[in-house]
């Protein structure tokens, strides 16, 4: 054995022929003798120098320290076991020795067996006491260290050991709290109930662990949230010495628990769905049950299959999409909006967030989204953008309308001079004069611009009309015949009238005029031939029943439709079809206002037109008009034939414009009436006062003039001379003319620009022989 592996041992004896006696026999059972010390002082420092492994100690020795109180310093200073060598047997050496706890106690004199084995039941002695308080140290430091709170009890349910996490949960330190009922330091109430629990953790019937979910009252008042584990101590005969108590704080637990509670019921009741996605073993981890309401699909299925997402997708969009997912992947946040097909064929549009969720190396391991049914949202833009589409055609069609009135109006002024002049031109030459065949070309051509204008103030929804009460059926039967002859053999003309169909009022002439333009249209997108269907039903209107007609308001309406089968249209010729001048015929076949003079003249008649189209299949126009209760009435007829009336009355004609009133003066002077003239409204009362005695039958006046309009001079004339008939005439639009006072839409008489001499004179003479009254 080496010196190293050779137990050391101090003999302090102070007789040293004993001592000497006691170093040969440790030689000998070879042990290594460390020194010999001979009193205690000596041993204390010899102990400290050597570090000995045993101390055979002698308990009476010379000095101021006997081996007693040496071995108490040698056990406090170095933890070095002690055996005492002594010759002394009597009971206050034996109680003094053992205090300090010795390994052994060997009578003088003794056998070298008795001592070696004294030896090696102390060395064996006291390694096992340092295992087991190194062990001690160990677990102690443990509990200590641990974030569970550790409190140890004895037999009697008292507080023995109590480490850090226990001191702070309980407000107790381990010192005060030593020696006190478990009950009065851990003091606990049931978590549902509320109500104190007892603690019998060292009952006879506490056999095994237990586990609960309570509240800790602390030292200070507080309520802390704890789960608790108690397990009991026995010893080897099975008897209860104690027990272990671990408990740890479950605020943070709960609160999560709470949070994920309060994350599922949203999840679970929001509108919204709510997703997540590993991205590592692309499985769906969650989605919310709002995806079976949206996608028309149950969950288990996705969770089954969760390529089936993609399938959901419209493959105009799932690239897009798939592109989305990369950028997430790579650890982008998106926002994409896409459409699905729902199991039940249905389409909806979807708005989803997606986010994705990085570990601690910055790699993407999951992605969470929130999906939202934007269908309303999207329909709700789509008829909006329909509306604002309309709103600006309408008011681009108003602006062009506005310019198209003022244009009719100046040109109305220019044909009624030429007309005229032309006319009395001709009443002056004989029928077989070689001029009267130019001017009758030219008056003619004069009377094609006066429809042209026309034409503009019905697109201008200007227009002077008398409307009246008929049904459409009868307008459709009246122009069959003219409708089949327009249209031509290699085309079907089929009317279709409903039976019952309902009673409008408007210009009949007006609705005739638009049947025609429309055949004509369907004609020309049928080069080589097809089929002309005209058809009328009644309809009610209690909601947009297309997504075009946002300007048709709720009502009982009769539904005129005219579709063929023919070229049909692009959506842009569509979006221009009713601007004035817009043709999509070759130059020299179509002037542009036939669909724009329809659509005038349906607005002005209250009513509403659209129209669906696509290339190749061919043009549908629905007409709606206002549906009355009131019954039909007959349109009164004036027969103009035969010579020109005369007469010899006195007319007033106050005109503003030159040409007009020049060839007005001519016309009313040929007819042998005694014509007075004036500019302006202003003129005109000047030379009414130079006259006062004089007798004026008739005033014949303009409705716009500067100053004083046409109604403003006539009821100042009127005001002294009652008895004056008064005919209005203008080339403005009704809505001029009523803001001048001037209405036709009232009983006052009234004669549109552009007028021939022959027009003229009937209606003065009508005026002049009509009795009032």
Same mark, same amino acid.
């Given at each position: 054995?080496?010196?190293?592996?050779?137990?050391?041992?101090?003999?302090?004896?102070?007789?040293?022929?004993?001592?000497?006696?006691?170093?040969?026999?440790?030689?000998?059972?070879?042990?290594?003798?460390?020194?010999?010390?001979?009193?205690?002082?000596?041993?204390?420092?010899?102990?400290?120098?050597?570090?000995?492994?045993?101390v055979l100690m002698d308990i009476m020795l010379r000095g101021y320290q006997d081996g007693v109180e040496a071995a108490q310093t040698i056990l406090a200073q170095h933890n070095i076991p002690v055996i005492y060598l002594t010759a002394y047997t009597d009971d206050k050496t034996l109680q003094r020795a053992k205090i300090t706890e010795p390994y052994g106690y060997i009578l003088k004199p003794f056998e070298e067996r008795e001592l070696h084995i004294a030896i090696e039941m102390a060395i064996h002695k006291h390694r096992m006491a340092k295992k087991l308080q190194e062990r001690e140290q160990w677990l102690t430091k443990i509990l200590k260290t641990i974030n569970d709170a550790v409190i140890v009890i004895d037999q009697k349910g008292e507080v023995a050991f109590m480490n850090v996490a226990a001191e702070t949960l309980?407000?107790?330190?381990?010192?005060?709290?030593?020696?006190?009922?478990?009950?009065?330091?851990?003091?606990?109430?049931?978590?549902?109930?509320?109500?104190?629990?007892?603690n019998g953790f060292v009952s006879p019937a506490f056999n095994v662990g237990s586990?609960?979910?309570?509240?800790?009252?602390?030292?200070?008042?507080?309520?802390?949230?704890?789960?608790?584990? +108690?397990?009991?101590?026995?010893? /080897?005969?099975?008897? $209860?010495?104690? !027990?272990?108590?671990?408990? @740890?704080? %479950?605020?943070? #637990?709960?609160?999560?628990?709470?949070?994920?509670?309060?994350?599922?019921?949203?999840?679970?009741?929001?509108?919204?769905?709510?997703?997540?996605?590993?991205?590592?073993?692309?499985?769906?981890?969650?989605?919310?049950?709002?995806?079976?309401?949206?996608?028309?699909?149950?969950?288990?299925?996705?969770?089954?299959?969760?390529?089936?997402?993609?399938?959901?997708?419209?493959?105009?969009?799932?690239?897009?999409?798939?592109?989305?997912?990369?950028?997430?992947? +790579?650890?982008?946040?998106?926002? /994409?909006?896409?459409? $699905?097909?729902? !199991?039940?064929?249905?389409? @909806?549009? %979807?708005?989803? #967030?997606?986010?994705?969720?990085?570990?601690?190396?910055?790699?993407?391991y999951r992605i969470a989204g929130i999906a939202e049914d934007i269908?309303?949202?999207?329909?709700?833009?789509?008829?909006?953008?329909?509306?604002?589409?309309?709103?600006?055609?309408?008011?681009?069609?108003?602006?062009?309308?506005?310019?198209?009135?003022?244009?009719?109006?100046?040109?109305?002024?220019?044909?009624?001079?030429?007309?005229?002049?032309?006319?009395?031109?001709?009443?002056?030459?004989?029928?077989?004069?070689?001029?009267?065949?130019?001017?009758?070309?030219?008056?003619?051509?004069?009377? @094609?611009?006066?429809?042209?204008?026309?034409?503009?103030?019905?697109?201008?929804?200007?227009?002077?009309?008398?409307?009246?009460?008929?049904?459409?059926?009868?307008?459709?039967m009246n122009l069959d015949k003219m409708l089949r002859r327009l249209i031509g053999e290699d085309i079907e003309l089929v009317i279709a009238p409903s039976s019952d169909i309902g009673l409008v009022k408007v210009e009949a002439g007006q609705i005739e005029q638009v049947i025609v333009n429309l055949a004509v249209n369907a004609r020309d997108a049928m080069p080589e031939g097809g089929k002309l269907v005209l058809q009328t039903e009644n309809v009610t209107v209690?909601?947009?029943?297309?997504?075009?007609?946002?300007?048709?308001?709720?009502?009982?309406?009769?539904?005129?439709?005219?579709?063929?089968?023919?070229?049909?249209?692009?959506?842009?010729?569509?979006?221009?079809?009713?601007?004035?001048?817009?043709?999509?015929?070759?130059?020299?076949?179509?002037?542009?206002?036939?669909?724009?003079?329809?659509?005038?003249?349906?607005?002005?008649?209250?009513?509403?037109?659209?129209?669906?189209?696509?290339?190749?299949?061919?043009?549908?126009?629905?007409?709606?008009?206002?549906?009355?209760?009131?019954?039909?009435?007959?349109?009164?007829?004036?027969?103009?034939?035969?010579?020109?009336?005369?007469?010899?009355?006195?007319?007033?004609?106050?005109?503003?414009?030159p040409t007009v009133r020049e060839v007005a003066t001519r016309m009313l002077r040929e007819q042998g009436y005694n014509v007075l003239v004036a500019a302006n409204g202003d003129e005109a009362l000047n030379l009414v006062r130079s006259r006062p005695g004089e007798s004026i039958d008739l005033l014949v006046t303009d409705v716009v003039m500067p100053r004083l309009s046409g109604r403003a001079v006539a009821d100042q004339l009127r005001a002294t001379r009652p008895e004056m008939k008064v005919l209005f005439i203008s080339g403005y639009s009704d809505d001029t003319l009523t803001r001048h006072g001037a209405s036709p839409d009232t009983n006052l008489n009234f004669l549109q620009k552009p007028f021939s001499p022959s027009l003229l004179a009937y209606k003065i003479r009508e005026l002049l022989d009509k009795i009032e009254g």
């Open positions: 054995m080496s010196a190293e592996q050779q137990t050391k041992i101090l003999i302090v004896e102070d007789e040293n022929i004993v001592a000497k006696d006691i170093q040969n026999t440790l030689k000998s059972l070879g042990y290594l003798v460390a020194g010999v010390a001979a009193s205690g002082e000596e041993a204390i420092q010899k102990t400290g120098e050597t570090r000995p492994d045993l309980t407000g107790w330190k381990q010192k005060e709290a030593a020696g006190k009922a478990l009950a009065e330091i851990f003091k606990i109430v049931d978590a549902e109930s509320h109500a104190a629990t007892t586990e609960r979910y309570s509240w800790l009252l602390t030292k200070d008042g507080r309520k802390i949230p704890i789960d608790d584990n +108690a397990v009991p101590l026995r010893d /080897e005969a099975g008897n $209860l010495t104690g !027990a272990v108590l671990v408990f @740890r704080d %479950i605020s943070a #637990r709960r609160q999560a628990l709470a949070n994920e509670e309060r994350f599922r019921q949203m999840a679970e009741n929001i509108r919204e769905v709510f997703w997540m996605f590993d991205a590592k073993q692309t499985t769906i981890l969650y989605v919310s049950p709002a995806y079976e309401e949206i996608w028309g699909r149950s969950c288990e299925s996705l969770y089954q299959q969760p390529q089936s997402f993609w399938e959901t997708i419209h493959p105009e969009d799932r690239e897009r999409v798939t592109a989305a997912q990369a950028r997430q992947l +790579a650890g982008e946040q998106t926002h /994409e909006e896409y459409r $699905l097909r729902r !199991a039940d064929g249905e389409e @909806r549009w %979807i708005w989803d #967030r997606r986010f994705p969720i990085k570990d601690k190396s910055g790699e993407v269908t309303e949202r999207k329909r709700a833009e789509e008829a909006l953008r329909h509306s604002e589409e309309q709103l600006r055609k309408s008011q681009r069609l108003e602006a062009i309308g506005r310019l198209a009135g003022g244009l009719a109006h100046d040109f109305n002024n220019m044909l009624t001079a030429i007309i005229g002049t032309t006319e009395l031109a001709m009443l002056e030459l004989h029928r077989d004069h070689p001029v009267r065949r130019d001017l009758k070309e030219i008056k003619q051509t004069a009377d @094609r611009a006066a429809n042209l204008t026309r034409q503009l103030l019905a697109f201008a929804r200007q227009q002077i009309i008398a409307p009246g009460i008929l049904n459409v059926n009868d307008l459709l209690d909601q947009k029943i297309s997504p075009h007609s946002a300007e048709l308001s709720p009502g009982d309406y009769v539904l005129l439709t005219v579709r063929d089968n023919g070229l049909g249209m692009t959506e842009e010729a569509k979006s221009h079809l009713f601007e004035p001048f817009f043709t999509t015929k070759e130059v020299g076949k179509g002037t542009g206002l036939g669909l724009a003079t329809c659509y005038g003249i349906i607005k002005q008649n209250s009513g509403h037109i659209e129209v669906e189209s696509a290339l190749g299949k061919g043009s549908t126009f629905r007409i709606y008009l206002p549906r009355i209760d009131e019954m039909a009435g007959a349109t009164p007829e004036h027969d103009h034939a035969g010579a020109l009336p005369q007469g010899n009355e006195t007319v007033l004609l106050v005109e503003d414009e």
